[in-house]
Nanobody, 120 residues
């Protein structure tokens, strides 16, 4: 079993910064892609950023130049550094990690989400 725990969300003023973290634990052999999604009420969950096992990154157009995704393989952790935050960034942010387990199965695991609120 694999569990993900997110942290770092909170309330920040427009123009400020937050750093989200997501640590995975359990029966992990290797983690392929690590991703951050976000969701607001009544809307689909949108992909924000992805980082592959070789460090290749992709970002949603709305966050390019402001957000940076990174990973620490030794700690099974992915981070999302969010700068120049805007009210439109307000959402619940979810972490997803594609895990190769010790049983040699590839599965997606999700965190429970952390709320980011950006005031005008």
């Amino acid at each position: 079993q694999v569990q993900l725990v997110e942290s770092g969300g909170g309330l920040v003023q427009a123009g400020g910064s937050l750093r989200l973290s997501c640590a995975a634990s359990g029966s992990i052999f290797w983690i392929n892609a690590m991703c951050w999604y976000r969701q607001t009420p009544g809307k689909p969950r949108d992909l924000v950023a992805t980082i592959t096992s070789i460090g290749r990154t992709n970002y949603a157009d709305s966050v390019k130049g402001r957000f940076t995704i990174s990973r620490d393989n030794a700690k099974n952790t992915v981070h999302l550094q969010m700068n120049s935050l805007e009210p439109e960034d307000t959402a619940v942010y979810y972490c997803k990690q594609e895990v190769l387990t010790r049983d040699q199965e590839v599965r997606d695991y999700w965190g429970k989400g952390t709320l980011v609120t950006v005031s005008a």
